[in-house]
């Protein structure tokens, strides 16, 4: 069986009114694309054929590109990893560490014992969080009128901390705030940032965080997971005239532009003979930054927006400038020391240097870690190191 029948197998096998609704997945190696395919509806029941260039939310797939941006920067010495992130954004020395509630439910506050760093930020060690990850900061929410991640309002993302910076490990809102510190230092929004310096250079054209027509014409709907098993398609939009653009999740895009990102990094930080970051920011960002501390299994707070997604016990996972590192070879086939994320609507990548092969699958459903939709992931991966060996 060529590596084609056998990774279009597993994708249509996945597709149906209890599987997925549609998939478009690729694989790449340092040369390029080894394998694209794409089954299943853009939206249940309507016809509309899911297809390799088919656009998506690949919401916390925009981490990495934010976080590729931000050490651009660096490089330039126009940001640096270590000092306080408030001397570019002064906002950020008003970050206060929660300390529990009053009587009256409402948030006690406190300074935190340093200040942020953007280093912080990019590793999720600040102390931010997100609401569908953490009952406090629901709580937060409900005492002070906080909105929701989702609204892409500033107030969204100015959380406390749910411990002094450096301390622990916690997903959340810190990619925004990088994606803040980008626009302070380069003067840019961040999508014209990264129009220009990160997805111009790669050819990236159909990712955004506005959707342009042509991008509409194409766009998947994000279904929910029905208790049953079945699926619904969902009216939900990232805002499109945002009061900031979310650089934890707001962009749209396809699997084709995101594969070329990953090549980027598989080559190094070059891509076709355009240079995006220097080799050793490539090393830095994809080794362990966080020391000691292991990445730990995620729990929902929110069973709407995600459900568990543990991580194996036995292989301790580290994180590195935007990216989750295993430190040991998975069942997969992956290796140790890859690099791994995700989109809250189910998308996932994996980008394996020692074996120079990477991929991309995108679907449209909600919560993350769908019960048929990271099993299909992990086939998928599976399938392509079983075909590449």
Known sequence: ???????????????????????????????????????????????????????????????????????????????????????????????????????????????????VTLHHLLTHTAGYSYEFLS????????????????????DSIRLPLLFDPGEQWSYGVSTDWVGRLVEAASGQKL??????????????????????DDMRARLATI?????????????????????????????????????????????????????ILRPETVEQMASNQIGDMDVPSIKSANPMFTNDMPLPPEIPHKWGLGFLINTRPLPTGRSAGSLMWAGLANSYYWIDPSQGIGGVLLTQILPFADVKALPLFLEFEATTYQQTR
């Open 223 to 275: 279904h929910a997971r029905l208790p049953e098993g079945g699926l619904a398609p969902m009216d939900l939009e990232v805002p499109q005239e945002p009061e900031f653009e979310m650089g934890g999740g707001g962009l749209y895009g396809t699997v084709g532009d995101y594969l070329k990102f990953v090549r980027m990094l598989l080559n190094g930080g070059s891509l076709d003979g355009r240079q």
């Open 1 to 115: 069986m060529t590596m084609k029948q056998a990774l279009d197998s597993v994708l249509q096998r996945a597709v149906g009114p209890n599987g997925v609704p549609g998939v478009v997945a690729m694989v790449t190696d340092r040369n390029g694309t080894l394998y694209e395919g794409a089954f299943g509806e853009r939206a249940v029941g309507s016809g509309a054929a899911m297809n390799t260039d088919t656009v998506g939310l690949i919401a916390s797939m925009t981490k990495a590109l934010t976080s590729t941006a931000a050490m651009q920067l660096v490089e330039q010495g126009k940001l640096d990893l270590h000092s306080p992130a408030s001397k570019w954004l002064p906002e950020l020395a008003d970050a206060r560490v929660l300390d529990g509630f009053d009587a009256d439910g409402q948030p006690q506050l406190r300074a935190p014992r340093q200040p």
């Open 191 to 212: 999508g014209e940032y990264l129009s220009a310096n990160v997805l111009g250079p790669l050819g990236m054209s159909d990712t955004a965080f506005k959707l342009r």
């Open 135 to 154: 009952e406090e900061v629901q709580r937060f929410q409900t005492a002070t009128g906080a909105p929701g991640f989702i609204s892409c309002a500033l």
